[in-house]
Every structure is written in structure tokens, then in C-alpha cells.
């Protein structure tokens, strides 16, 4: 196990499985993404089985395994936002940075992910930047946005 | 306490806190059921299995609900009926449509239900896109566009077998089956147990098949294809056909296979005998206060995989033995080399067996060619009674061929090495013919017999004592383990076998029907053994003249499998 995971590891304690998602939080905020080989490192030190670890961090929207952009868009596809015209936010959202769901641009500044309900259904059409929620989305205010993004 | 219920307007009489389920199927009344896991907590994800309770504005799911006092149910109302139908319509929306291509065939459950909801048309166009065939283990196949999301594979290989390969990933609509990263079942915890199979409603998981390749094999003219049949098998592949076990549907499908093109059809037996005396050697010669205990014997290559990768502290434990299986094909390709003159890779050996990770072991024989003491194929139980199938054999009309060839009739108790328990029985007669005295606490008891998962006797001989255990499933063996090592308990034998009660309810026999069939499975084993009752086991088992097996030859050797936990 690298030094690095046993750093992070130790300021839990060992086998206490209801430490699993503030572990993964401190992978999450220290590489942007969960690396893979921290799985089963955490798996041996919570005596959890690997797969359930993985069961987890896929079961949340925050979680992710590669390294995404610098700008991680992630686009609400519950039902609420898609009965208020999400897809609209979608399409948009692909025109403005060029790439379709899963990818990346090729400055490594945006990713785009569609994600299930991110649990503010009332704020439809809702998306999520490097985990900050943005509501109520139009395509000006997506504009906007990704225009703020850009000149940062 | 017992109560009186309402159950479609007639009083029934049950013990208040039973399942609903349970009362209704007491009283002979069918609800369906899919997620629903004998011996299993129940899960209710699945819903088929609704009634009307009165009184309560929903239905409630029976196999998770709890008898009332003074309940009244309706098992098959107007409403009832329409919300399984329901239920199964949905199902079917995200399920794929290769039924007539898939392998489970008519013995899948949703198949089942929709005959029986009669739901005949797709009512909900499909939702979700075709999924990624999980190809990556030589013995399982996972194809999630079958799936339902049932949780019985889940909850069978972490319950059962302490595995926990699979679980549910992500969630809503995107909720799937899946392993460790999504990288498939090789690089999981993975035993290829094929207990996943057996619990599975639909075709979403099966065994890499070897059918085509055997097919072939029974073409080419220049290849001798010799069967090798697993003590399993003669005791259930019967069923598909309506025959009871026992020694005449074996000769039956000695006859079959030998129709099919098989020149040669052999059973496996008499490896095992011949390996437990070798195991009767390293036991009579071990001293019994060694602190190495338990050894672990284990014919099960499911057993051994566990251990290499999750268990590799325990792999000094375990019995350096080779399983029957190598031990005879490596005999049988000797043997028919020597009786027609080809050469060692032109005969080919076929394993018949109820085993799914045996496909692991003769796939690396595909791999590196003429790796002699493994079978050249594995085909199970199923693909058996497929292949006799695609042959067109009209099995009744087949008369018993009974073989008279030297490995069918040598081996005494080498058939019970297909039910957990069966090779320290075989163990303790070769013990007791090798020393007459020695004490058997065991075999006359029947303790090492009938469905239990832990079995335990004792043999003393020489002055010593020794304790001698079986025990089946994962689950069972760790928590036997922990408990003889917390008590400090001296077991000095353990014999593990990962599929409960043994090979005859491996994970390449029938999907259906293994509960309401393996007495009858366990009864056709000892039925075969007992004919030879007569027939004292021998102390040794010895060869033909002209094949050899050294010492060596006999060993196996184990070393740990590197994988993510
Ligand atoms: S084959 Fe056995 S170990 Fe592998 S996933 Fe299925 S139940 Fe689990
Ligand atoms: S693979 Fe089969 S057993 Fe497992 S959840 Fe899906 S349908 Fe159920
Ligand atoms: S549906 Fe988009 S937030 Fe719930
Ligand atoms: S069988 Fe009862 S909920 Fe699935």
C-alpha cells in the first residue's frame, strides 16, 4: 500500500465500516477522483469486501474514478428536471463545449456526465459543477456559466 | 401462538409472526415469487409476490410480511393479479429480448410468470440500451441486459459463499449488477462456483460453454474423445429425462455417450479412492500433536481459488493432493494411447461435471497444450444433457450398458466423493482396511451422511485419536474455521467443499429444482456405493501394469492469485 493511502487511512480508525464515505470524500478532494488501487486499500482496512466499497461510490453522483476536467459538469437526467426540459440543458450544454457525455475537452478544462435525480427536484432543471448545484437552468443561463468558467 | 386467518374467504389456521409466504404455501396456495431466496432473509425487491390485505390501502409484498391476527388476504384478486402483471411488464421493459437464443431455455422463471400472468406482448417499449457481456472469467458469463435486479446472486455469493463479488452499482435507472471497478469477474473475488447460476431467475449468468469445442472434437476423425463422468452427474443428469439415480440411468448414459461418438466412457471414481488413500497415507504417518491443524482437503477447485486469494495464509494448510479429475485424465489419456496407438494430443479428454470452475482448469489445458493431468474439456451437467439433445439419443429406448472397463470396476466408495462428507467416508474405510483395530466413530452412525453442513467424527488407531471434519459452502467454512481455532479446538482433518451439501448441488446442475431434488441426488450416490457393500474398499487401489504414477505425479501445487479484494 502506497504511503500516501496509508496516511490518509490512518486518521480513521481500522474496521470501522461508517467511516467508508468520509474516506472516500478525502480521495475524492485530494485527486479530483477516487484512483483505483485505493479501492482495495480501503477495502483491506474497513474488512469490507472490495465490491461494496465500489457499490458505494457508484451509488453517488460526487464519486467518480478518472480524472474528469478541470470543470466537471454533471447534468441532472431525474425525472423531475427531465420533465422540465433537461434535455434542452443537455443538448446546450454539448454545443457550448463541443463534447458528448463521458468526454473531455481537449484542453482538459470541461467533462460532462449525466447523472440520475441530484435531489433538489423543485430547482429543475438542475446541474452540478465540481459538486457546487446550479439551478433553475435556461440555456442563457448556461451560456453565462460556462462563459464564466472559461475566463477564469 | 396459533391464530385464525382469512385467505381468499376460507379460514386458515397459522402461528401469528410466520411470513405470509410461508402460511400461504403451508396451505397450498402458489404466489410467485422472484427475489425471494429460501434460507435467505427476505429482500422484497422484486414485488411479483403481492397480496390483498384488508384493511391496508397497498398490497404488501408476502415474502416479507408478517401474519396478523384476524388477517384477512387475497392471494388472487382483480387487483392483485393486474399489479403482478404490472410488476412483470416493467420487468420484461428492460429486459432483453434473445429469449429464443438465451441458454436458460425453458427453465427460466420470468418466462415462467409471463406464461403464467399471461403477459403476452411488450407493453413498455425498451428503456435501457444493451449492456456489456462480462466475458472476462473462463467459467461464468455474466450478460446484465438479462438481468432483473433480483439481488439473488448478490446475496448468494456474499451469504453463502463469503465471496461477495457482485453487488448493485450506481442506482435508479442506472442501477446494475456488477463487480469491483467494473472489471469484470476474473479480476473479482470470484470462486466460479456457479451458485450465482443456480440462483438466477433468468439467462443473466451461465457457464462458458464448451460445446461447440466438443462438437468439433466429436467430428474430427483423427481425435479419440474419451468421456470422464463426475460421480454428479450420474446422479442427477437423470432428472432432465425422468429417471431416478442410480447405477441403471448410468449405464443408460455410458450407452448415450457412446452413441454420441465418445470411444471411451469412464467415471471419475476411481481417482478418488485412489487419492484418498494417498490421504489415508499422510494421515495414518502424521503425529497427532502437530499444531499445524487443520489440514484441508479439498477436491474443489472452487476451494482452492478461495483460498489462493482470499485465504493465502491457509495454502500451507492444504492437503498437496491432486483432485481425481487430473489424476484420471491423466490415466485415461496413458491408457487409451496405449490401447490405440495415437498420440498423447490426439486424445482428448472430456470432463462431464456439476462443476463451473473446472471450466478455469481445463481452459488453461486449451491454453498450453498437453498439459497432461488436466481434462482438455469441461462440459456441465446441463451442456451434458444439451449435447445428448443436439445428438438426437432417444435415451429411452437405450438399454444399460454396464462398462467392464478396469477404471469402472476397481474403485469401492470412489463415487461418494460427490456429496460433502463422502471423502472422509471413503478416507475411514480405507483406514479401517488398512487397520483393522482402528475405532470408527463415523461411518456405522451415519454421521458423515444426509444434509447437515457440518460433519464431524472420530478415528483412533495406533494410540491417537484424530478428528475428522466436512463441511460445504465458504460461509460455513470460515465460521467452522474461527470456531475451532477461538475453542482451540484440535480438528486434524477438514474436507471443504464450496458448493453446499456437495458436488451434487454444483454449480453446473439443473437451475431448477436442486431443493426438491437433492435427497434424491444425495440417495442415488449411496445407492451406486451400496451395491458394492458387499465388497470390502481396499487398502490400496492398484494400477494396470502398463500405466505408471509417481509420487510426484500425485502432487499438486498451490501458490497464491493476486486480486482486488
Ligand atoms: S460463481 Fe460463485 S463466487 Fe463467482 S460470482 Fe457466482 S456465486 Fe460468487
Ligand atoms: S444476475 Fe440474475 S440473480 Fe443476479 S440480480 Fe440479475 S436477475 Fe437476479
Ligand atoms: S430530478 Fe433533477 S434534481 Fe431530482
Ligand atoms: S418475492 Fe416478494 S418481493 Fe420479490
New interface residues.
Given amino acids: 500500500m502506497s504511503t500516501e493511502f496509508v496516511d490518509l487511512l490512518k486518521k480513521f480508525p481500522a474496521g470501522r465500516r461508517e467511516n467508508l464515505i468520509p474516506i472516500l470524500q478525502e480521495f475524492q478532494d485530494l485527486h479530483g477522483f477516487i484512483p483505483?488501487p485505493a479501492?482495495?486499500a480501503i477495502?483491506?482496512y474497513l474488512e469490507i469486501?472490495?465490491?461494496?466499497?465500489?457499490?458505494v461510490a457508484?451509488?453517488y453522483n460526487e464519486f467518480r474514478?478518472n480524472a474528469g476536467g478541470r470543470y466537471h459538469f454533471q447534468v441532472c437526467q431525474?425525472i423531475g428536471c427531465q420533465v422540465d426540459s433537461s434535455e434542452r440543458i443537455r443538448s446546450e450544454l454539448g454545443r457550448l463545449l463541443e463534447i458528448e457525455p463521458g468526454e473531455i475537452t481537449g484542453d482538459g478544462w470541461f467533462s460532462l456526465e449525466w447523472v440520475?435525480?441530484l435531489g433538489v427536484c423543485q430547482e429543475a432543471p438542475v446541474l452540478s459543477v465540481n459538486g457546487e448545484l446550479y439551478a433553475k437552468m435556461t440555456p442563457v443561463r448556461l451560456k453565462e456559466l460556462v462563459d464564466k468558467f472559461r475566463n477564469r | 401462538m396459533m391464530i385464525e386467518i382469512e385467505v381468499n374467504g376460507r379460514k386458515i389456521k397459522t402461528q401469528k409472526g410466520e411470513l405470509i409466504l410461508d402460511t400461504l404455501k403451508a396451505n397450498g396456495i402458489h404466489v410467485p415469487t422472484l427475489c425471494n431466496l429460501e434460507g435467505f432473509k427476505p429482500s422484497g425487491a422484486c414485488r411479483i409476490c403481492v397480496v390483498e390485505v384488508e384493511g391496508r390501502n397497498d398490497l404488501v409484498p408476502s415474502c416479507s410480511f408478517f401474519i396478523e391476527e384476524s388477517m384477512k388476504i387475497q392471494t388472487h384478486s382483480a387487483r392483485v393479479i393486474q399489479a403482478r402483471k404490472t410488476i412483470l411488464e416493467l420487468l420484461l421493459s428492460n429486459h432483453d429480448d434473445a429469449c429464443l437464443s438465451c441458454d436458460r431455455g425453458r427453465w427460466c422463471k420470468l418466462h415462467e410468470l409471463a406464461f403464467e400472468l399471461n403477459v403476452t406482448e411488450r407493453k413498455f417499449g425498451r428503456t435501457a440500451g444493451r449492456k456489456k457481456i462480462d466475458n472476462t472469467s473462463q467459467a461464468i458469463i455474466r450478460d446484465p441486459s438479462k438481468c432483473i435486479l433480483c439481488s439473488r446472486c448478490v446475496r448468494v455469493c456474499?451469504e453463502l459463499q463469503h465471496?461477495?463479488?457482485?453487488?448493485?452499482?450506481?442506482?435508479?435507472?442506472?442501477t446494475e449488477v456488477?463487480?469491483?471497478?467494473?472489471k469484470g469477474l476474473n479480476y473479482?473475488?470470484c470462486i466460479s462456483c456457479g451458485q450465482c447460476i443456480q440462483v438466477c431467475p433468468t439467462g443473466a449468468l451461465k457457464e462458458k460453454s464448451h460445446l461447440d469445442q466438443v462438437g468439433a472434437l466429436l467430428q474430427n476423425k483423427d481425435k479419440v474423445p474419451v468421456a470422464m463422468i463426475d460421480p454428479a452427474v450420474f446422479a442427477t443428469l437423470g432428472e432432465f429425462f425422468g429417471y431416478k439415480a442410480g447405477p441403471e440411468f448410468s449405464s443408460i448414459l455410458i450407452n448415450a455417450l457412446k452413441r454420441i461418438g465418445f470411444q471411451k466412457v469412464y467415471g471419475t471414481g476411481w481417482g478418488a479412492e485412489y487419492q484418498a488413500g494417498r490421504l489415508a497415507g499422510i494421515l495414518i504417518d502424521k503425529n497427532p500433536d502437530e499444531n499445524d491443524t487443520p489440514l484441508i482437503f479439498s477436491e474443489c477447485p472452487s476451494v482452492v481459488r478461495y483460498i489462493s486469494q482470499s485465504r493465502p495464509a491457509l495454502l500451507s494448510r492444504l492437503v498437496p493432493l491432486k483432485p481425481a479429475n487430473q489424476i484420471m485424465a491423466h490415466l485415461l489419456r496413458e491408457l487409451t494411447c496405449n490401447q490405440t496407438g495415437k498420440s498423447k494430443s490426439d486424445v482428448s479428454i472430456v470432463y462431464l461435471t456439476s462443476c463451473t470452475a473446472s471450466k478455469n482448469e481445463t481452459t488453461a489445458a486449451m491454453r498450453i497444450k498437453g498439459s497432461g493431468f488436466l481434462p482438455d474439456f469441461s462440459l456441465t451437467t446441463r451442456e451434458v444433457y444439451r449435447l445428448i439433445r443436439l445428438y438426437g439419443i432417444d435415451v429411452e429406448s437405450l438399454n444399460p450398458e454396464f462398462q467392464e472397463d478396469f477404471f469402472g470396476v476397481g474403485a469401492k466408495s470412489g463415487q461418494l466423493g460427490a456429496i460433502s462428507g463422502g471423502n472422509i467416508e471413503m478416507l475411514t474405510r480405507i483406514i479401517q482396511a488398512r487397520i483393522p483395530e482402528a475405532n470408527l466413530s463415523g461411518e456405522k452412525a451415519g454421521k458423515l451422511r444426509g444434509i447437515k453442513d457440518v460433519k464431524e467424527t472420530t478415528c483412533e488407531f495406533n494410540g491417537k485419536k484424530l478428528t475428522l471434519a466436512s463441511i460445504s459452502s465458504i460461509t460455513q467454512f470460515e465460521n467452522y474455521y474461527k470456531e475451532i481455532r477461538s475453542k482451540h479446538r484440535k480438528v486434524d482433518l477438514l474436507e471443504v467443499m464450496a458448493c453446499q451439501h456437495g458436488c451434487i448441488n454444483g454449480g453446473g446442475q439443473p437451475c431448477r429444482g436442486a431443493e426438491r431434488n437433492l435427497r434424491n441426488r444425495m440417495k442415488g450416490v449411496l445407492e451406486w456405493d451400496d451395491r458394492f457393500s458387499g465388497i470390502m474398499t481396499k487398502d490400496h487401489l492398484d494400477l494396470p501394469s502398463d500405466l505408471i504414477l509417481n509420487d510426484e505425479d500425485c502432487q499438486a501445487v498451490f501458490s497464491p492469485r493476486q486480486i482486488?479484494?
Fill in positions: 483505483e479501492v482495495a477495502a483491506e469486501p472490495a465490491v461494496k466499497i465500489y457499490s457508484t451509488f474514478f431525474g440520475p435525480c | 456474499e465471496v461477495a463479488a457482485l453487488d448493485f452499482l450506481k442506482r435508479g435507472s442506472r456488477g463487480t469491483v471497478l467494473d473479482s473475488s482486488t479484494k
